[in-house]
């Protein structure tokens, strides 16, 4: 019995205690109109009922080791459009979790991807949208 109790606590708190620690990013694209505002549920006053936004926001959430954030970590966002209008945002990362939001006011978003770099460029982890490519760009023909 005693046999049994050290093996779980093995495989069980082992893991725990080995310091192993996995980066994580985490993405969601969401819609955002007059039913985002939660005067509109409650029906209190607003002034932004008269105009509300509306667009496409990306959600990005994080949660890395306290060692990566002293690297200088900044995620870079970067949209493409309707359009294939592309545009790159930043977000320097300052603590070992949170989230930012990026709202794209009367724009059509067709993929994107984002990036956590560090100080020296380097790509610590990267989250891509399920259509997202490289643009190819046209070649000039002399």
């Not at 007059?34 to 990005?60: K, T």
């Not at 709202?103 to 059509?108: N, P, S, V």
């Not at 490519?133 to 070649?139: A, G, K, V």
Request: aromatic letters at 14%; one cysteine or more; glycine letters at 4%.
């Amino acid at each position: 019995m005693c046999d049994r109790i050290v093996l779980f606590a093995l495989v069980v708190l082992l893991p725990i205690l080995n310091g192993c620690y996995k980066n994580h990013l985490y993405v969601q694209q969401e819609w955002v109109d007059r039913e985002f505002l939660a005067s509109s549920h409650v029906g209190s006053p607003d002034p932004r009922q008269e105009n509300p936004p509306e667009g496409p926001r990306i959600l990005v959430g994080w949660r890395f080791a306290p060692v990566m954030v002293e690297q200088e970590l900044t995620v870079v966002l970067t949209v493409r459009f309707w359009g294939n209008e592309e545009k790159v945002l930043y977000y320097l990362i300052s603590h070992s979790w949170g989230s930012t939001a990026f709202f794209f006011e009367d724009q059509r978003i067709l993929t994107y991807r984002i990036q956590v770099v560090n100080h020296c460029g380097e790509i610590v982890q990267t989250w891509e949208h399920q259509f997202w490519t490289q643009l190819i760009e046209p070649s000039t023909v002399q």
